[in-house]
Nanobody, 119 residues
Framework: QVQLVESGGGLVQAGGSLRLSCAASNITFSIGAMAWFRQVPGKERDFLTSINWNGNSMYYVDSVKGRFTISKDNAKNTVALQMNMLKPEDTAIYYC????????????WGQGTQVTVSS
């Protein structure tokens, strides 16, 4: 059974940094891409950034461009999210997701990690 486990969330002051990690296990197929999303209670889960597994194409939404950086380790099946210049509005539960090579949707999800940014 595929598992995605996030870590690295916590409480940080505005302007600070956090680094989230996501480890995928029991991978027996080709990964197409991995991504980070976030969700505030009562709202939809929002896409933040993704990275292709073959090559290094990365995508960011405007709200995090220049502040967040996604990276990957193909050998370890891990993806990280470096978050700098954090703002109170970045407070949310952060989820990693995985898409298999020929899929058009995000097939697997982690359980989420809480990030709280105090003003």
């Amino acid at each position: 059974q595929v598992q995605l486990v996030e870590s690295g969330g916590g409480l940080v002051q505005a302007g600070g940094s956090l680094r989230l990690s996501c480890a995928a296990s029991n991978i027996t197929f080709s990964i197409g891409a991995m991504a980070w999303f976030r969700q505030v209670p009562g709202k939809e889960r929002d896409f933040l950034t993704s990275i292709n597994w073959n090559g290094n194409s990365m995508y960011y939404v405007d709200s995090v461009k220049g502040r967040f950086t996604i990276s990957k380790d193909n050998a370890k099946n891990t993806v990280a999210l470096q978050m700098n210049m954090l703002k109170p509005e970045d407070t949310a539960i952060y989820y990693c997701a995985l898409r298999t090579r020929f899929s058009v949707r995000w097939d697997y999800w982690g359980q989420g990690t809480q990030v709280t940014v105090s003003s």
